[in-house]
Nanobody
Framework: QVQLVESGGGLVQAGGSLKLSCVAS????????MGWFRQAPGKEREFAAA????????LYADSVKGRFTISRDNAKNRVYLQINNLKPEDTAVYYC????????????????WGQGTQVTVSS
């Protein structure tokens, strides 16, 4: 079965940094685009970043542009999200997903999801 597992979340002060990781099993992701989404308490899941199968181009939500960097290592079947200058509003559960077609910025464009990793930013 296809499985995605995120890691790297934690409790960080505002202005700090985190690097999230996502490892896939059951499927090689080298031929697929990948995305990161996040969901804060009481809010719907929202798009954060996406990357094509080749690594170029990348796509970011306006709220994270300039602070988040998505990257991938197909040889290791992994995708990463580097988060810099964290803000309290970044607090959310972060999910990675495999793109299936259509829009890279909508959840409907993705077929498989991980369980999420919690990011909490204190002021």
């Amino acid at each position: 079965q296809v499985q995605l597992v995120e890691s790297g979340g934690g409790l960080v002060q505002a202005g700090g940094s985190l690097k999230l990781s996502c490892v896939a099993s059951g499927r090689a992701i080298s031929s697929y685009g990948m995305g990161w989404f996040r969901q804060a308490p009481g809010k719907e899941r929202e798009f954060a970043a996406a990357i094509t199968w080749s690594g170029v181009p990348t796509l970011y939500a306006d709220s994270v542009k300039g602070r988040f960097t998505i990257s991938r290592d197909n040889a290791k079947n992994r995708v990463y999200l580097q988060i810099n200058n964290l803000k309290p509003e970044d607090t959310a559960v972060y999910y990675c997903a495999i793109h299936q077609g259509g829009s890279f910025s909508l959840a409907s464009g993705y077929a498989y999801w991980g369980q999420g990793t919690q990011v909490t930013v204190s002021s």
